[in-house]
């Protein structure tokens, strides 16, 4: 893990209340994730990508969308080496690193990711035990480790569950768990697939909230697209394993006959005037980040 990363959690973790962005220097922020002309099929034959190409540059949050079975979970596999080696087609990079078999173990230090299903994560007998698992396997230091678990779950606002017994927790404690497991590895780069599905209201707003502050390039694929307005000033939309669209969140979110197209519903909000809806991520939470 680089030290300018380090220096970002670090920071987080001190105000647990503050966004959290790459400092300002002379130049545009450099690309973390480069795909190009990503092509892949299963086993059976299924193609589910095809030539996908798109970057997403430092402090970025893009949004994932398309129907169920656009390939984007997929495609969030491929990002950390988890599914496609040896793919079909086309190139991976994460800072410049090929998402390749001599590159694994350091690209899976800089991409986090939390799965939808939290049971598909959490498999130790505590709390604690289960967020040290990733940073154990980076090697640290014991005093490191028992840090970034405390830090970790503070982020989640979970601090003090350390001896808690992960399946008697909530549904949302159980994802917040996850998610403290891939905060503690501090990584460069957080995928998200369907983060807030099965939440409750307060549990969608704890995690508009969290994610908002967390140092990182964020990739969100989600059907909740009003979460992904609130989230993210950009989108990228997947359909049958291409990439129909890559641009602006409300352009693309907001041309209803696209979005029915593909599958999809503009969101309510941008229908009509809502006293209670989420503030758009252009203008609450980080600045717009820059085209890849």
Request: charged share 25%.
């Amino acid at each position: 893990m680089n030290g300018g990363c380090s220096r970002n959690w670090a920071a987080a973790s001190a105000t647990c209340t503050s966004n959290s962005e790459p400092a300002a220097d002379s130049g545009p922020p450099a690309r973390v994730i480069t795909v190009d002309q990503l092509g892949f099929a299963y086993p059976d034959r299924r193609v589910a990508l095809r030539d996908v190409s798109f970057g997403v540059r430092e402090g970025e949050t893009v949004g994932l969308i398309g129907p169920n079975g656009a390939g984007k979970s997929t495609l969030l596999l491929h990002l950390n080496g988890l599914l496609g080696l040896p793919r079909t087609r086309g190139r991976v990079e994460i800072d410049g690193l090929d998402v390749a078999t001599p590159h694994l173990p350091e690209v899976r230090r800089r991409v986090g990711m939390l799965f939808q299903d939290p049971d598909d994560q959490l498999f130790s007998a505590t709390v604690g035990e289960d967020v040290a698992f990733g940073p154990r396997q980076l090697g640290l230091s014991p005093a490191e480790i028992t840090r970034r678990v405390s830090v970790a779950l503070a982020l989640v606002d979970l601090r003090g569950f350390e001896p808690r017994v992960p399946q008697h927790l909530s549904l949302g404690e159980k994802k917040r768990v996850c998610l403290a497991g891939v905060l503690a590895c501090e990584p460069r780069v957080l995928l998200f697939d369907e983060p807030t599905a099965n939440y409750d209201p307060r549990g969608r707003r704890e995690f508009i909230a969290l994610c908002r502050r967390l140092p990182a390039t964020k990739l969100i694929a989600s059907h909740d697209l009003e979460m992904i307005l609130a989230l993210c000033s950009r989108v990228l939309l997947l359909d049958e394993g291409r990439l129909i669209s890559d641009g602006d969140a409300h352009a693309i979110l907001g041309d209803e006959p696209l979005m029915l197209k593909h599958g999809l519903e503009k969101p309510h909000s941008l229908l009509h005037a809502h006293p209670h809806a989420l503030m758009p991520a252009s203008g609450w939470g980080p600045a717009p980040g820059p085209a890849p």
